[in-house]
């Protein structure tokens, strides 16, 4: 039923009139990922593709220099963060399935590539701190409690990572004049 209903929010956002509103953030990681080895390597890939194909799409849609430079720079650290991910993964055991999104973080991207001009950067930076902000929980949880060592501290140290993105964006945001809806 949930995979029902996230499908048909993917089509209602797609098909909406005011989806410069909606701001629809990527659904947040399963709590199972927070200390289980298979989905928390789920949950990161999945977040760091989410953060490379939203960015993709920023630095085709922006007309912000700051917003492509982050944009560029998510892209960059999301590839290093996810080949960390599966190397440690691969050290635990473990052999992990390329990363995927799910229809919540499609629809996410849906909601990108259909944005006016207009409103692009304001929807572009209202997903990218939430998504951040369960990033950051879902990484410090598992390097805190994860049952995978090499997971851990891959997890660990993608921590402060995140921590800048999350910070670059409320600063941009900040200074685009406040809030997006968050």
Excluded: C, W
């Excluded at 629809?24 to 289980?36: C, D, G, I, L, V």
């Amino acid at each position: 039923m949930t995979k029902f209903t996230s499908i048909a929010l993917a089509f209602a956002l797609a098909a909406g009139p005011s989806i410069a509103s909606a701001q629809t953030p990527p659904p947040p990681p399963p709590a199972e990922a927070k200390t289980q080895a298979a989905a928390y390597v789920k949950a990161a890939g999945m977040s760091d593709l989410y953060e490379i194909n939203s960015s993709q799409v920023a630095l085709q849609k922006s007309q912000n220099a700051g917003i492509k430079k982050y944009a560029q720079m998510m892209i960059d650290h999301h590839q290093k963060t996810t080949a960390a991910t599966m190397a440690a993964a691969r050290k635990a055991g473990m052999e992990p399935s390329p990363p995927m999104l799910d229809a919540g973080a499609t629809a996410s991207i849906n909601e990108l590539q259909q944005a006016a001009p207009a409103d692009f950067d304001r929807l572009y930076l209202g997903q990218q701190i939430p998504a951040h902000q369960a990033a950051l929980d879902l990484h410090q949880s598992y390097a805190r409690n994860g049952d995978q060592a090499a997971l851990k501290a891959s997890a660990k140290k993608a921590v402060p990572i995140v921590k800048r993105h999350l910070a670059d964006a409320q600063k941009m945001q900040g200074a685009m004049g406040g809030a997006t809806g968050q």
